[in-house]
């Protein structure tokens, strides 16, 4: 049985007649940057997230970096960031000139740890990205209320977690601005790349929405330097195909995270397995299911023999990244992300995975740690 770890076949299949007759009318109208998909998309991502203002763009690097480039984020500045994220959270901040602050991880979330943050915190502190890392969202009430104390902007980092909520709000409401990913991967993905910014602030989503086409207003009167972030119609058209079917999707990958738990109780694993924690009032929507076990990288030597799919998210934090030693962080600052780093192992989530398939995976766990 071949188990990969994320079949955008099945996907597709259920939904080809839709995704090609919304091509089509694309074609058709033979207008294919920005125009009415990309407005009809952003009004419905905004009703479904309950949020002022949400800005297609065109994917989710370029949404931080066009909200950081919004909040005047420049040289001098400090962005805090976990260390332990893909690498697009602290590459925005660096590109800007600003200085990306990285810290450590709470150790069963894998995620912003609020006390390391605090700490973290100086007078030059411009914001903090908070990173819902694989559909969970991060400990969001203690964040907020450093942020608040210290009048500084919350990016979240919502890439991977699209439908997820924390206390009933939904991610995308949860800071000051927040940026989401549609690479084809994502719970939800395009066809290509794909992003959006989302914001209460309506001055800020209109400031968002005039750098994403080089600053200008009108066209060709440049009030500000800006950027190309515009996102393709055929995106958004695609993107307005999947977009009733998210919660459904969601639903499911949840469903498969209860079955996973129930085969790894049954397979006597959960003394050698850590799974991923829900913690209460948090909506996980396991964009990744990731484990931690010790001996990692045999385990997944093993799956790949048995057909199973698996990958590494991430295999080196940003204090070990070459680009960023000039920052000067020392390598044995930040136990918990390079112990994260050296465990994880995700594994295959996707909605139509079957009981079958997840089974043959547990089953292949059970017999690699044996
Ligand atoms: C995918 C992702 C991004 C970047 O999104 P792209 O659309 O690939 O540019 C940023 N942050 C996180 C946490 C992501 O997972």
Request: a neutral charge; charged letters at 20%.
């Amino acid at each position: 049985m071949k188990v990969p770890l994320l079949d955008l076949h099945a996907q597709y299949a259920s939904i080809r007649e839709d995704v090609l007759a919304a091509i089509t009318r694309v074609c058709d109208s033979q207008q294919f940057i920005m125009g009415p998909e990309v407005e009809q998309l952003e009004r419905e991502l905004a009703a479904m997230l309950g949020v002022r203002a949400a800005i297609a763009v065109s994917s989710g690097t370029d949404a931080l970096l066009v909200a950081m480039m919004a909040l005047d984020i420049g040289p001098g500045d400090e962005v805090i960031t976990p260390t332990f994220s893909f690498f697009a959270t602290a590459g925005c901040v660096a590109r800007l000139g600003a200085r990306p602050v990285f810290v450590d991880v709470d150790p069963d979330t894998l995620m912003l740890d609020p006390a390391q943050l605090r700490a973290a915190m100086t007078p030059r502190t411009r914001a903090i990205i908070p990173v819902h890392l694989f559909g969970l969202c991060a400990d969001m009430d203690p964040i907020a209320e450093i942020a608040a104390q210290a009048r500084v902007p919350i990016v979240e980092d919502a890439a991977q977690a699209l439908g997820a909520a924390y206390k009933g709000r939904a991610a995308g409401r949860l800071g000051t601005v927040a940026c989401f990913s549609f690479f084809p991967s994502k719970n939800l993905g395009a066809y290509g790349d794909a992003g959006l910014v989302t914001t209460d602030d309506e001055e800020l989503g209109k400031r968002v929405r005039l750098l994403r086409t080089h600053g200008a207003e009108p066209k060709y009167y440049h009030r500000e330097i800006g950027g190309n972030f515009r996102l393709d119609a055929l995106q958004a058209a695609i993107l307005r195909v999947k977009l009733p079917h998210l919660s459904d999707w969601n639903a499911r990958r949840r469903a498969n995270a209860a079955r996973y738990r129930d085969l790894f109780e049954r397979f006597g694993l959960l003394s050698r397995v850590t799974l991923p924690v829900e913690p209460d009032g948090r909506t996980h929507i396991y964009h990744q299911y990731v484990v931690r076990v010790p001996n990692r990288d045999a385990v997944r030597r093993h799956l790949a023999a048995r057909d199973i799919g698996t990958d590494i998210y991430y295999p080196v934090p940003f204090h070990r990244q070459e680009c960023f030693a000039s920052l000067g962080f020392p390598a044995d600052r930040f136990p918990n992300a390079d112990a994260a780093a050296a465990t994880v192992l995700a594994l295959p989530i996707y909605p139509e995975l079957t009981a079958a398939q997840q089974e043959h995976v547990v089953r292949s766990m059970a017999e690699a740690l044996a």
